[in-house]
DNA sequence: TTAGGGTTAG
């Protein structure tokens, strides 16, 4: 047969051709649709018109019983039922409809096959989407974008960017849906290799072609160089944007949110409300800017912007609700997570996974997994990020053979793939608990390749029990995978120090010299009385600074009587251990902790974030302090929440 | 005929 064929697709006709003998032989392909569209000169049949009217019905099945019996269908029949088979996710009916456009002589029409490209896009079928490309003979802008859109879904953003250059070398110019859809291909590429340069590229050709101010194009640009993390340029964009929409002022402050730079979030967001009439927030604003209060643990902003979303009745609309439940978890509040979560209407899995990640950083493991029983009891099924979460919070609470039976049921109860995220949590949680070999051993039987996250779990749980041959093992191929990561430089001179290694302390930071990169200074910060205040291990600047090292020396004279030995394995420079002393009592969360127990009065929780993970020495100086200086203490690491209370940490020191 | 920002984890 000529026309149109897909691979395995056997039964393919079967549906149309109970007349098929009167079809035989079959025609030659048409060569420009228009001059042999059979039906440009008729008026359309009343079957015609019937399918049409079946399809806006959404009767799709009885509108193919009626194309069976259409000699004559017309180009917007076609495009109804193309349309039709996207509703109804039918990949059988697409490709049966699509066989009997091509056998009625429409392979060649430009509008059809960017349609057709639409709905196989709608259907995952991206080789079918490119096989009508491919044999669409005259490319429209609109088929070349159809394309463009296709391939940038499905990941395939450097194979986006070879076809741009076609198109351009063919004489075709882009055009303003171009430009957006070329631009999102530069951040979907699955590919190990960067895009940037080639974002930055058709960045110059936008101004070059006077595109700069169409706000769409402008908009998408400041995202591009988001998820780059190229943050000046992303503000440079959008502070060069002559009109800006909502639109355009939520990707900014999207960008400061996932960029960690929440402060410059919620100051843009502040001006945004202030000097602008027109461009009021909406939900998506909403989201990143609580993202941002979640970020800082800015609990009095973040019920600030609650109210807010009451006023403007945005507390309906789920992603904002979801964000509300982190935002308050991630600030300390966990009972305000859960009475958010219970007062919800409806519930979809990611607010689901928003209360199981809660539990899960606050260390209720099994609060996690009861939750994520009752999601599954409820209806929902959960996806690839429930089981993140889960097993994050299994790791946090060091449940393990929990943590093995939901890895287990992932493939055989709800068919999801794990990925290098789930063996992440996996290498973290038997990592952490001593079980190293273990982890190791599932890093050699993955299916997929295991990418930096799950080599740097393994790195993590040598540092926390001081193996060294296998940090080495780790910290080789982190090396490789991410040369500029400062921490993994840190890490493996972390398991050199406590193991007394100097040398090799020496030569670790040689080679983090050498690469031109720093070790992530240590910050902590708290807010107080609506004001956040920030610490950084040597922090001059501080008017109280001199206040707050006086008061954690005598403190600690104070604790060393009840009990506490600093601890100095953290230090990475072979010192005396006065000296190492004088070092970690200067650790920005110990700041953060002085100012706190200066600034709040008696019976008020002290709330503090911190950067980095926290070290050994600022968690026992804690422990003592929430004991002896009766105060309750939250802290806030990188990983998760430690609330000291009465001399322990909820986290059981298994962190 | 086509388009821009957000949702959970680590």
Redesign the pocket.
């Known amino acids: 047969m000529w026309a149109f064929q897909f691979p395995q697709t056997p039964q393919l006709h079967s549906h149309f051709y109970t007349n098929s003998a009167a079809r035989l032989p079959p025609k030659p392909p048409p060569i420009f649709s228009v001059a042999v569209n059979p039906t440009t000169t008729s008026s359309p049949s009343n079957n015609n018109k019937l399918i049409q009217s079946l399809c806006k019905q959404g009767n799709l099945k009885q509108a193919l019983e009626v194309l069976s019996n259409e000699p004559n269908p017309t180009q917007h029949t076609y495009e109804l039922l193309l349309l039709s088979c996207s509703h109804h996710n039918s990949l059988s009916d697409a490709e049966n409809v699509h066989c009997h456009l091509v056998d009625n002589g429409f392979d060649q029409d430009?509008?059809l096959a960017?349609?057709l490209i639409?709905m196989y896009t709608h259907l995952d079928s991206i080789d079918h989407a490119r096989q009508v490309f491919d044999k669409t003979r005259r490319r429209?802008?609109?088929v070349w974008?159809?394309l463009f859109?296709a391939l940038t879904l499905a990941g395939c953003g450097e194979e986006v960017l070879d076809l741009y250059r076609q198109m351009n070398r063919s004489g075709m110019g882009s055009?303003?849906?171009?430009y957006?859809?070329v631009l999102?291909a530069c951040v979907s590429s699955y590919g190990v290799v960067s895009l940037l340069k080639h974002g930055k590229e058709i960045h110059a050709s936008i101004l070059r072609h006077g595109y700069d101010r169409?706000?769409?194009?402008m908009?998408?640009l400041?995202?591009m160089y988001?998820?780059f993390g190229c943050v000046t340029y992303a503000s440079f964009v959008f502070n060069e944007m002559a009109v800006k929409?909502?639109?355009?002022?939520?990707?900014m402050i999207?960008c400061y949110?996932?960029n960690g730079m929440a402060f410059e979030a919620l100051e843009l967001f502040h001006e945004m409300m202030t000097e602008t009439q027109d461009s009021s927030?909406?939900?998506?604003?909403m989201?990143?800017v609580?993202?941002a209060c979640?970020a800082l643990a800015a609990l009095e902003q973040g019920k600030l912007i609650h109210g807010y979303i009451l006023r403007r009745g945005l507390d309906s609309?789920?992603?904002?609700v979801?964000?509300l439940v982190?935002m308050y978890?991630?600030c300390g509040k966990l009972e305000l997570s859960q009475r958010v979560f219970d007062q919800m209407d409806k519930r979809?899995?990611?607010s689901w996974?928003?209360l199981?990640?809660?539990y899960?950083?606050h260390g209720f493991g099994q609060k996690a997994i009861q939750i994520f029983k009752e999601m599954i009891y409820h209806g929902v099924s959960p996806?690839s990020?429930?089981f993140?979460?889960v097993l994050?919070?299994c790791?946090?609470a060091g449940l393990i053979e929990e943590g093995k039976m939901l890895f287990q049921s992932m493939r055989k109860e709800h068919m999801i793939g794990p990925s290098v995220?789930h063996y992440?949590?996996m290498v973290?949680l038997l990592g952490r608990a001593n079980k190293l070999e273990e982890a190791a051993k599932i890093i050699e039987d993955m299916r997929i390749e295991p990418g930096p996250?799950v080599w740097g779990?393994l790195l993590g749980s040598c540092r926390i029990h001081c193996n060294v041959e296998l940090a080495e093992r780790a910290s080789k191929r982190l090396f490789e995978l991410e040369p500029t990561n400062a921490g993994n430089y840190v890490l493996l001179a972390d398991v050199y120090a406590a193991a007394n290694m100097w040398d090799e302390v020496k030569s670790v930071k040689k080679l983090l010299e050498a690469r031109g990169l720093q070790k992530v200074p240590g910050r902590s910060w708290i807010e107080v009385k609506r004001k956040m205040y920030s610490f950084v291990s040597v922090d001059e600047f501080n008017p109280q600074a001199e206040q707050l090292h006086a008061l954690l020396i005598k403190l600690s004279t104070e604790m060393k009587e009840k009990g506490y030995v600093p601890q100095t394995k953290v230090v990475l420079y072979d010192l005396d251990t006065q000296e190492k002393e004088r070092i970690v009592l200067g650790h920005s969360e110990k700041l953060a902790v002085a100012f706190g127990l200066i600034n709040t009065s008696k019976g008020e929780t002290i709330r503090i974030t911190k950067n980095l993970r926290l070290c050994e020495d600022c968690h026992s100086f804690t422990k003592f302090i929430s004991k002896f200086g009766n105060k309750e203490i939250l802290v806030r690491d990188v990983?998760r929440f430690h609330h000291f209370h009465d001399g322990v940490c909820s986290c059981g020191d298994y962190w």
Do not use: M
């Open positions: 430009p509008f960017t349609k639409n429209t802008i609109y974008n159809a859109r055009d303003r849906f171009s957006t859809y999102k169409i706000v769409h194009i908009t998408t400041i995202d988001a998820r929409n909502v639109v355009s002022w939520s990707a999207a949110a996932r927030p909406n939900s998506v604003t989201v990143s609580l993202q979640a609309i789920l992603p904002v979801s964000a982190t978890a991630r979809d899995v990611v996974n928003s199981i990640s809660s899960g950083v996806s990020i429930s993140v979460s994050g919070a790791s946090h995220e992440a949590c973290d996250k779990s990983n």
